[in-house]
């Protein structure tokens, strides 16, 4: 049965990134399932909520994140660069700070890990193929390279101290799908949430690797080895179908940005 947020309590519940896009939409409903949501981020946090507790500080800062896990039960970790960038822009942010916060999580006994990976770590998979989680990475870019790390860093931390981790490859996860890709790649806000919630209190997950897809009618990935989740998405880019096919009303197949998953990101860079 999928979870519901009725009776689910943790003491406390970190929540990475919590500034941006996601974070803002992940941050109220959050903290209705914990005692204490501390939210951080580099940027500006607003003014703490009832229960809340504000952090702000960069995921390079290793002395700060180790301090940041402390009395922390469970984290949801979405910090970081979230598009492609030059890789000295990406290093300190995705890989030096993903490892910052499984130590930190290892200093502090902290038990599971939600981490906001990306479907760009499969990226160079065709849009005419249907892939599992389980798949070889083929990222796209340095961004997806970064999150293909973090991937392997929560395996090992999992291997090696028990930590578990779901790592979430995101597909796009805004308000509306944007463009006829998004009619694949289409995450809903609400799905998002149950996909979170599913990620946080799965009985056992060990590391699990799941795409954050909604139930498009469409779509590249094909969820069932993650199905002990019990993540089942309700919503769908149905909806705008009709509104973006007439806005795209062509699809060049010659282009890589309409071969391959990774849309856009496929031709980005250097930087
Ligand atoms: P976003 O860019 O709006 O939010 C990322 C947040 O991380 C920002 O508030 C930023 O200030 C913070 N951040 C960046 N560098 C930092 C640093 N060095 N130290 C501390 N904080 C830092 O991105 P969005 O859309 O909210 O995505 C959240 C997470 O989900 C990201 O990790 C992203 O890669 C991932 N994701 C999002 C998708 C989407 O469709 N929105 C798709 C796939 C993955
Ligand atoms: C991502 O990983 C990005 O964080 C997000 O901004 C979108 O570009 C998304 O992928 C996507 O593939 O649409």
Redesign the pocket.
């Known amino acids: 049965m999928e979870p519901t947020l009725t009776g689910l309590r943790f003491a406390r519940l970190l929540l990475?990134?919590?500034?941006?896009?996601?974070?803002?939409?992940l941050r109220p409903r959050l903290k209705a399932i914990c005692g204490t949501l501390r939210v951080?981020?580099?940027?500006e946090l607003g003014a703490a909520a009832a229960g809340e507790e504000l952090v702000r500080?960069?995921?390079?800062d290793k002395a700060g994140v180790l301090a940041l896990l402390q009395g922390v039960d469970a984290v949801v970790?979405?910090?970081?660069?979230?598009?492609e960038h030059a890789f000295e822009t990406i290093l300190?942010?995705?890989i030096v700070?993903t490892y910052h916060v499984y130590e930190g999580a290892r200093q502090a006994g902290t038990r599971r890990i939600v981490f906001?990976?990306?479907?760009?770590v499969t990226g160079f998979y065709r849009q005419s193929e249907t892939i599992t989680p389980q798949v070889l990475p083929r990222p796209d870019t340095y961004?997806g390279l970064s999150?293909a790390f973090g991937e392997n860093l929560a395996q090992f931390y999992f291997d090696r101290h028990g930590i578990e981790t779901v790592s979430?490859?995101?597909?796009?996860?805004?308000p509306a799908p944007r463009g006829r890709r998004g009619l694949s790649s289409y995450?809903s806000y609400d799905d998002l949430e149950r996909l979170v919630v599913a990620a946080l209190t799965a009985p056992v997950v060990g590391h699990t690797v799941i795409y954050?897809v909604s139930a498009n009618r469409s779509l590249w990935w094909d969820n069932r080895p993650a199905s002990h989740l019990g993540f089942t998405p309700r919503d769908s880019s149905e909806p705008w179908r009709a509104e973006l096919e007439a806005a795209q009303p062509h699809i060049d197949h010659t282009d890589p940005v309409s071969i391959y998953q990774g849309g856009p990101f496929v031709t980005m860079g250097p930087f």
């Not at 951080?40 to 940027?43: L, N, P, T, W």
């Not at 979430?168 to 805004?174: D, K, N, T, V, Y």
């Open positions: 990475t990134g919590a500034a941006g896009g996601l974070g803002r939409v951080s981020d580099i940027a500080m960069d995921l390079a970790h979405l910090g970081g660069v979230s598009t300190p942010a995705n700070g906001a990976s990306s479907n760009h961004y999150k979430l490859r995101i597909g796009s996860s805004f995450l954050g």
